[in-house]
Nanobody, 114 residues
Framework: QVQLVESGGGLVQPGGSLRLSCLAS????????MRWYRQTPGKEREFVAH????????SYADSVKGRFTISRDNAKNSIYLQMNKLKPEVTAVYYC???????WGQGTQVTVSS
């Protein structure tokens, strides 16, 4: 059974940083690309970042380029999202996702507010 468990969200002031984590299980993690998405109330879930199986190739939504970094540790079955210079508009629930199975985690809330 595929399980994705996000953590690391919280309340942070504008300009601050957060590091999200996603622990995966139930599938061959090291041979699967992974992604982060986010969703705000009343809006569709939107793509944030993608990482290849080995971590050497990444891609980002234009709105987060230069401020967010996706990474992975295949030994720990985990992906991460380092978020810097946070702005209020990135407030959302952040989800990790494995495209091969179409599975999602439960999400972690990120709130940027003073």
């Amino acid at each position: 059974q595929v399980q994705l468990v996000e953590s690391g969200g919280g309340l942070v002031q504008p300009g601050g940083s957060l590091r999200l984590s996603c622990l995966a299980s139930g599938f061959p993690f090291s041979t699967n690309v992974m992604r982060w998405y986010r969703q705000t109330p009343g809006k569709e879930r939107e793509f944030v970042a993608h990482i290849s199986t080995g971590g050497s190739s990444t891609s980002y939504a234009d709105s987060v380029k230069g401020r967010f970094t996706i990474s992975r540790d295949n030994a720990k079955n985990s992906i991460y999202l380092q978020m810097n210079k946070l702005k209020p508009e990135v407030t959302a629930v952040y989800y990790c996702m494995v495209p091969y199975t179409g599975s999602w985690g439960q999400g972690t809330q990120v709130t940027v507010s003073s």
